[in-house]
């Protein structure tokens, strides 16, 4: 199975302050037959389910604020969050998905200061 | 109103089996796979099994190959897993998620978009 590591595993931040996770893969997630690579991004509030935040690396889902942003290639990825708001609050974990089984990454927690 | 809306919450003793719904609405259900994540208390996101809606197929991790089985009812847009031999470590909350089909790999683009609220299985004697 590929294995995803997260870090940190907790983020204090202050409001209005940017933050960045990081998230690398044990193998590179790009196939080269179609040219795209499979990692997503999702965050868990709070006693709520996870929601989708950025697909495919770089697309932001819809709803989600333009502050954040992902970035990367091969197994080398980047959430980053230009402008911390209460918002931001809860547990983001990377997936990948170009095979069987899908992995997910530790969490991150981010937590305001 | 796109919505996955999972059965209650279940007990049960080791050994034991339990059968989980997610019933969708609001949306085509034979144009997505279903996926089936769990968490256990104070752990990450686990990825079990997927079923593609339209024709049926079916991935499951190699760690709950023989455990776990998912199914669908196409006429009432609803998925389901199932998993049997239970133990305390199954103790976790259970979710579903659509991924729209692009394709028959299963690995989907657009990502898990639609969760359900999750279905809290406890295992206990």
């Known amino acids: 199975d590929i294995v995803m590591t997260q870090t940190p595993l907790s983020l204090p931040v202050t409001p209005g302050e940017a933050a960045s996770i990081s998230c690398r893969s044990s193998?590179?997630?790009?196939?080269?037959?179609?040219?795209?690579?499979?990692l997503d991004w999702y965050l868990q509030k709070p006693g709520q389910s996870p929601q989708l935040l950025i697909y495919m690396v770089s697309y932001r889902a819809s709803g989600v604020s333009d502050r954040l942003s992902g970035s990367g290639s091969g197994a080398d990825f980047t959430l980053k969050i230009s402008r911390v708001e209460a918002e931001d609050v809860g547990v983001y974990y990377c997936m990948q998905h170009i095979e069987f089984p899908h992995t997910f990454g530790q969490g991150t927690r981010l937590e305001i200061k | 109103q796109v919505q996955n809306l999972q059965s209650g919450p279940e007990v049960k003793r080791p050994g034991a089996s339990v059968k989980v719904s997610c019933e969708t609405s609001?949306?085509?259900?034979?144009?997505?796979?279903i996926h089936w994540v769990r968490q256990a208390p104070g752990h990450r996101l686990e990825w079990l099994a997927w079923i593609n809606a339209a024709n049926g197929n079916t991935k499951y991790s190699q760690k709950f190959q023989g455990r776990v089985t998912i199914t669908r009812d196409t006429p009432a847009s609803t998925a389901y897993m199932e998993l049997s031999s239970l133990r305390s470590e199954d103790t976790a909350r259970y979710y579903c998620?659509?991924?729209?089909?692009?394709?028959?790999?299963?690995?989907?683009?657009?990502?898990?978009?639609?969760w359900g609220q999750g279905t809290t299985v406890i295992v206990s004697s």
């Open positions: 998620a659509r991924d729209l089909l692009v394709d028959e790999s299963g690995r989907g683009f657009y990502g898990l978009d639609v």
């Open positions: 609001g949306y085509s259900f034979s144009h997505y796979g």
């Open positions: 193998q590179s997630l790009l196939d080269s037959n179609d040219g795209n690579t499979y």
